[in-house]
């Protein structure tokens, strides 16, 4: 008989929820819905047998048995790391220059400490612009890679993830839903965003204006969690600050957008062969990205 065996993506999910408070920001942290969070923390209760958080009102906590395993998966994702790390030490060195949109920095956090710990020999230097700007630094071999929001002067490219969008607004405050609708929306050179925008509200007749411009999430946010203005976001960069305007808001339902790998047309360094694969992982569709990094974890 096979001895039982924790499943080691289980328990990240299970440090992530505690690291990060809550189901809610656990799932931004590892880009899965929250559905799928709650999921595997279900799993591991029933592989073990036992309860390992419950409700408080709309608060989570863990049980006694919880913090006894999260104690356990710690110290097991702990020597995990340290086992692949050593197993793939062969070296690599050498400087790479990545850029990514300011945005996505949360989405690359996992990437980012894990390819310290792999490849701590490695100079990464991160540039933040906008997708268009990135992509021609990455043409003119001034990047080695971008990761990017897809769009008319940034096509091409290697799709790894396609992020929905949604209307969200302040979370205890928002603006009258009237026309003109009052937005946030990224300055100009993110040409995404205005694009859907007008041809959404097109579609229902809508009027709007642009209240406030940000090349940021960060910036845009204060706006909206003020009440003053709308902003369009992907699902992954939600904040606890905002909230979602469901179909029942009268707004037009929007398209996703795609988030898209570029490299620079001399062949790949090493450095940015291992941190594209990195990335396609992580931020892959569930299914593959997490079968394909069990399967680099087991080759160690």
């Known amino acids: ?52 958080h419950e409700r408080e009102g709309r608060r989570m906590r863990f049980t006694a048995d919880g913090e006894r395993l999260l104690g356990h998966a710690r110290r097991l994702l702990a020597l995990n790391d340290e086992a692949l790390a050593d197993m793939r030490s062969r070296r690599v060195t050498g400087e790479l220059n ?22 701590p020999e490695v100079r990464l230097q991160v540039t933040c612009g906008n997708s268009a700007s990135l992509v021609e630094q990455v043409r003119a071999d001034e990047l080695d890679m971008a990761l990017v929001t897809r769009q008319r002067h940034a096509p091409g490219g290697e799709v790894i993830r396609r992020e929905p969008l949604t209307w969200a607004v302040g979370l205890e405050r928002q603006p009258p839903l009237t026309d003109p609708l009052p937005l ?18 097109a ?49 037009p339902p929007l398209p996703a957008v795609e988030l898209a790998l570029h490299l620079a047309a001399r062949r790949p ?31 160690g």
């Open 203 to 251: 579609t229902t007749g809508r009027d709007w204006r642009v209240a406030y411009t940000s090349q940021s999430m960060a910036g845009l946010t204060p706006m909206v969690q003020a009440g003053l203005a709308i902003v369009v976001v992907t699902r992954s960069m939600l904040t606890a600050q905002l909230r979602v305007l469901d179909e029942s808001s009268g707004l």
């Open 98 to 119: 990545l850029g990514i949109p300011e945005d996505y920095a949360i989405l690359l956090t996992s990437v980012f400490s894990w390819f310290h710990q792999l490849y």
């Open 269 to 299: 360094t090493e450095p940015a062969r291992r941190l594209a694969e990195l990335i396609r992982e992580e931020l892959s569709p569930r299914g593959d990205g997490e079968r394909r990094k069990e399967e680099r974890r087991k080759e």
């Open 184 to 201: 946030a929306l990224y300055s100009p050179g993110v040409d995404w965003c205005q694009e859907v925008v007008e041809q959404a509200l």
């Open 1 to 52: 008989m096979r001895a039982p065996t924790l499943d080691l993506t289980l328990l990240r999910t299970l440090v992530a929820v505690a690291d990060t408070g809550g189901v809610t920001a656990a799932a931004r942290r590892l880009a899965y819905t929250q559905s799928t969070v709650s999921m595997q923390l279900q799993r591991l209760e029933e592989a073990l047998g036992v309860a390992l």
